[in-house]
């Protein structure tokens, strides 16, 4: 089985910062990629900032220069650093990460539960 666990939400006032982690364990033999989206109430879910396997890093235009994505392969784990944060960044922000379980198997998606960030005054 494969576990994705985020972590790392809570309440911050505005221009504040997080470090929103995701770490993936179980039968785990090739990350391919992994990102963020976040799901505001009322609203579709959206894309925040993805990793490709070579490192490429691609954001959306809102949280372009304020936030980062890296990732620490030795650990399965992807964070997302999010800095001077406003109240439209107030979300459920969920991990995603592809990867392949063995040698001969095609790669899939696999979510977590999601992580509250809040911004507020």
């Known amino acids: 089985q494969v576990q994705v666990v985020e972590s790392g939400g809570g309440l911050v006032q505005p221009g504040g910062s997080l470090r929103l982690s995701c770490a993936a364990s179980?039968?785990?033999?090739?990350?391919?990629?992994a990102g963020w989206y976040r799901q505001a109430p009322g609203k579709e879910r959206e894309f925040v900032a993805r990793m490709f396997s070579g490192g490429t890093t691609t954001y959306a235009e809102s949280v372009k220069g304020r936030f980062t994505i890296s990732r620490d392969n030795a650990k399965n784990t992807v964070y997302l650093q999010m800095n001077n944060l406003n109240v439209e960044d107030t979300a459920v922000y969920y991990c995603?990460?592809?990867?392949?379980?063995?040698?001969?198997?095609?790669?899939?998606?696999?979510w977590g539960r999601g992580t509250q960030v809040t911004v507020s005054s």
């Open positions: 995603n990460v592809r990867l392949t379980t063995s040698q001969v198997t095609t790669y899939q998606d696999y």
């Open positions: 179980g039968s785990i033999f090739v990350i391919n990629g």
